[in-house]
Nanobody, 121 residues
Framework: QVQLVESGGGLVQAGGSLSLSCAASGRTIRFYPMAWFRQSPGKEREFVAVISGGNSYYADSVKGRFTISRDNAKNTVYLQMNSLKPEDTAVYYC????????????????WGQGTQVTVSS
């Protein structure tokens, strides 16, 4: 049974930083793409970032501000968020796919519970 447990969400002022963690069990994450998605009220869930092998990819909206990383020893994925903006406010989810990395939400079969990130102006 694959389980993803997220933590690190909270309230931060615009321009500040926050780091999210996603601890995985039942899956060795270095063998599978691990991604972050987010969803704001009234909006559809959107792709944020993914790490696959030694490569990472980002949505244009977060490129240059967010960094996805992986600690294989801890089997944990991170999302370092810098220069946060109010529009970054959302519930952030980590997810894993059984296929090659993708931005398509429907192809991710394992999901965390989500963690709330709120950025104040």
């Amino acid at each position: 049974q694959v389980q993803l447990v997220e933590s690190g969400g909270g309230l931060v002022q615009a321009g500040g930083s926050l780091s999210l963690s996603c601890a995985a069990s039942g899956r060795t994450i270095r063998f599978y793409p691990m991604a972050w998605f987010r969803q704001s009220p009234g909006k559809e869930r959107e792709f944020v970032a993914v790490i696959s092998g030694g490569n990472s990819y980002y949505a244009d909206s977060v490129k240059g501000r967010f960094t996805i990383s992986r600690d294989n020893a801890k089997n944990t994925v991170y999302l370092q968020m810098n220069s946060l903006k109010p529009e970054d406010t959302a519930v952030y989810y980590c997810a894993s796919t059984n296929t090659a990395w993708t931005k398509e939400e429907r192809r991710y079969v394992y999901w965390g519970q989500g963690t709330q990130v709120t950025v104040s102006s």
